[in-house]
């Protein structure tokens, strides 16, 4: 009987050390592994910002999809205009010219971003193949017509188990629903959230 007992009371204690070792561990699990997935989910995001931007240069508005800026990078051209000449010089006599050629985005564009298909950018990391939400237009903003973008994502889609609001109460200001995003469809504004 005493060793029934024995064999109990050891059970419950190595119960109750697993149970205070979980309580203790848990909340600095999630803290690392929130940090570490919204820092690779930025990295996209500013990637994606980098190509809208590059999609503007060449367009003059933004990508309202992922088709249309995968498709202007990979077959877009940069306008780059060389000036022959100095003309900030004063003591500068002869004539300024101006020459305007067109070079091809995609190859620019891959060195900057580091990635060989354009497509690989709608992606949401560690999501299971979810892609981010994009929105463009132009719109009227002080009496001026201006292009506006907005990408984001929310946090549930790439924090896996980690996405349930029960986190929240080991960071007030975690929020599963809560948007990743850059850029504003009410202003000209590419930041971020997270900036």
């Given at each position: 009987?005493?060793?029934?007992?024995?064999?109990?009371?050891?059970a419950?204690?190595?119960?109750?050390?697993?149970?205070?070792?979980?309580?203790?561990?848990?909340?600095?699990?999630?803290?690392?592994?929130?940090?570490?997935?919204?820092?690779?989910?930025?990295?996209?995001?500013?990637?994606?910002?980098?190509?809208?931007?590059?999609?503007?240069?060449?367009?003059?508005?933004?990508?309202?999809?992922?088709?249309?800026?995968?498709?202007?990078?990979?077959?877009?051209?940069?306008?780059?205009?060389?000036?022959?000449?100095?003309?900030?010089?004063?003591?500068?006599?002869?004539?300024?010219?101006?020459?305007?050629?067109?070079?091809?985005?995609?190859?620019?564009?891959?060195?900057?971003?580091?990635?060989?298909?354009?497509?690989?950018?709608r992606?949401?990391?560690?999501?299971?193949?979810?892609?981010?939400?994009?929105?463009?237009?132009?719109?009227?903003?002080?009496?001026?017509?201006?292009?506006v973008?907005?990408?984001?994502?929310?946090?549930?889609?790439?924090?896996?188990?980690?996405?349930?609001?029960?986190?929240?109460?080991?960071d007030?200001?975690?929020?599963?629903?809560?948007?990743?995003?850059?850029?504003?469809?009410?202003?000209?504004?590419?930041?971020?959230?997270?900036e």
């Amino acid at each position: 009987m005493k060793l029934v007992i024995n064999i109990v009371l050891l059970a419950i204690i190595a119960f109750l050390i697993f149970a205070l070792v979980n309580s203790i561990g848990e909340p600095i699990r999630f803290k690392a592994e929130r940090e570490r997935r919204d820092a690779v989910v930025v990295e996209r995001l500013m990637k994606i910002r980098t190509a809208q931007e590059a999609f503007r240069d060449i367009t003059g508005v933004f990508a309202p999809t992922f088709d249309t800026l995968a498709h202007v990078l990979e077959t877009g051209r940069f306008k780059v205009v060389q000036v022959f000449g100095d003309p900030d010089d004063p003591n500068f006599t002869g004539k300024i010219t101006y020459d305007t050629i067109y070079v091809p985005a995609a190859d620019s564009m891959r060195s900057i971003l580091q990635i060989n298909n354009f497509d690989s950018l709608r992606y949401v990391p560690f999501s299971g193949g979810k892609v981010f939400n994009i929105a463009a237009e132009v719109i009227n903003y002080q009496n001026t017509d201006v292009p506006v973008v907005e990408v984001g994502v929310p946090r549930k889609v790439y924090m896996g188990k980690w996405g349930d609001k029960r986190f929240a109460r080991y960071d007030q200001r975690f929020d599963p629903e809560s948007l990743l995003k850059f850029g504003n469809m009410f202003a000209p504004n590419l930041s971020g959230n997270w900036e």
